[in-house]
């Protein structure tokens, strides 16, 4: 290992764990408006009609969320690329935490009526402004403050607090409804959501702490002036890749991570105790293996990694809900691990580092932003409400599973088409770092290769 690489390494251990810390608020939010839009709002916020249609409601909020999404990738991966990525996590991080907590403090359908969903709505659009750049800056962040041969691994730290966030998220939601009890729908629900808070001001702690990088700083000049109509000007076919590759992170993904509670509560009959605890197993396994799939994206290339796991993804969606439908927890469990594990979390270790090196430093962000969420809006916002629908009208399962298959197969599709675009010099340098450490030369010093 090079000294650049030995002297770089506090630095990015500290990018990467403040990265990962404003991930796991990020998704902490996120999980809880999930499994609140699953088992509470519909009978909390949307009270008319039947069960079905307040499912089908909840879930159109949560949607709501991802449609703000792209609205706050582009302000503030503008803003990113042209201030810094520092400012705008932290600016973005404040906002999910607020928001979070202010949902934990509304009134009832029941005490103001149709107010009460419509500032739901307005608080999830809020949520999803904050959350639109946040996930985008810290990949980028971590990515651009590593070392040179250990990029994947260190931006894969972010994925990994997605989903232990995810799983804390879960698991405080379950602790609170055992703590509450019959309470649990009238005022118990909304203590996950106020602890948000303190998770807040930890997290901006922390990251307050982490140096600007180096890629910014020496991009910043760069004359263009709107980062993301470049992009649309030069770059279409890179966004294009871009946008394709997220279809596994958020069509596919989000079945087993959101749309799997609510079929097994409402479809399967499983106590929401249980449901939300295999929920969280399936996270926390998925989030150890993070770290273990991004070092080996550095050494086999994001590129493969990433298009095993959608293969993978291919042929495990009809198994998984043939295990799934037997309604056994131990196989339910199996199911649900063996698909986070094979499938979700090759991809989202491998997509944390691929796409940052998709992009020049002057328009990372506003790329890696833009690619994200417009694809999160179209596909992760929507994929609870959309595979509800199939479930209704269909009576059964096999339409979702398709449907995971073909989220699959766009993303292999469009990860294989990376090939026809030059990645940035930093990956060309460790392409050959990997290549020459591989056959021995230990030596070989990447910020001296010169890039093809």
């Known amino acids: 290992m090079s000294a650049t690489q030995v002297n770089g390494a506090p630095k990015a251990r500290r990018a990467a764990a403040a990265a990962a810390i ?23 916020f949307f009270v008319d009609g039947d069960a079905s249609t307040g499912l089908m409601a909840s879930f159109a909020t949560f949607a709501v969320g991802y449609a703000a999404r792209p609205f706050g990738g582009v302000v503030f991966g503008h803003l990113g690329d042209k201030i810094g990525r520092k400012p705008v996590m932290i600016v973005t991080l404040g906002i999910m935490g607020v928001s979070t907590a202010l949902i934990g403090l509304l009134p009832s359908y029941d005490s103001i009526g149709i107010v009460a969903p419509m500032l739901l709505v307005l608080l999830r659009i809020v949520q999803g402004l904050g959350a639109g750049a946040e996930y985008a800056g810290a ?18 730290w972010s994925g990994a607090g997605v989903w232990i966030g995810s799983a804390m998220g879960l698991a405080t939601f379950q602790a609170a409804l ?13 203590i996950p959501f106020l602890l948000s808070l303190v998770m807040l001001v930890i997290s901006l702690y922390i990251r307050r702490q982490v140096e600007e990088t180096e ?7 760069d004359e263009k002036k709107i980062p993301l109509l470049e992009l649309f000007k030069t770059d279409k076919g890179r966004l ?6 997220n279809f596994m992170l958020s069509g596919f993904s989000y ?3 959101v749309w799997a509670l609510s079929y097994l509560t409402n ?31 550095d050494r086999i290339g994001r590129r493969k990694l990433f298009m095993f796991g959608s293969a993978f993804g291919m042929v495990w969606a009809f198994p998984m809900f043939l295990l799934i439908s037997t309604g056994n927890p131990a196989l339910i469990i199996f199911a649900l691990v063996v698909c986070f594990v094979g499938a979700v979390a090759t991809c989202y270790a491998s997509q944390a580092a691929f796409l940052t090196e998709l992009f020049p430093p002057s328009t990372r962000y506003s790329g890696v932003a833009f690619a994200r969420e417009v694809s999160g809006a179209l596909l992760g916002g929507t994929a609870p409400l959309i595979a509800t629908a199939m479930y209704v009208g269909t009576g059964t399962w096999w339409p979702v599973a398709l449907w995971m298959v073909v989220m699959a197969v766009v993303a292999f599709v469009s990860v294989y088409l990376s090939k026809n675009y030059r990645i940035d010099s930093d990956q060309a340098n460790d392409d050959r770092f990997n290549h020459l450490t591989a056959l021995g030369a230990d030596s070989a010093d990447p910020t001296v290769l010169k890039a093809g």
Not at 22 to 44: Q, T
Not at 240 to 245: C, D, I, N, P, Q
């Open 22 to 44: 404003g991930s796991l608020v990020e998704w902490y939010d996120f999980a809880l408006y999930g499994a609140a839009a699953a088992l509470v709002f519909n009978k909390y």
């Open 139 to 156: 990949i980028v962040l971590s990515s651009e403050s590593a070392p040179s041969g250990h990029r994947g691994f260190y931006a894969s």
């Open 178 to 190: 055992w703590l509450t009890g019959d309470h649990f729908l009238d005022w118990g629900w909304r």
């Open 215 to 221: 890629s910014f700083e020496k991009a910043k000049d």
């Open 267 to 297: 479809n399967l009959g499983m106590a929401a105790m249980v449901a939300l605890g295999i929920n969280v197993v399936v996270l926390v396994s998925g989030a150890a293996f993070m770290p273990l799939f991004g070092r080996l994206g």
């Open 240 to 245: 294009a890749v871009a946008l394709g590759s």
């Open 255 to 257: 079945i087993p991570q």
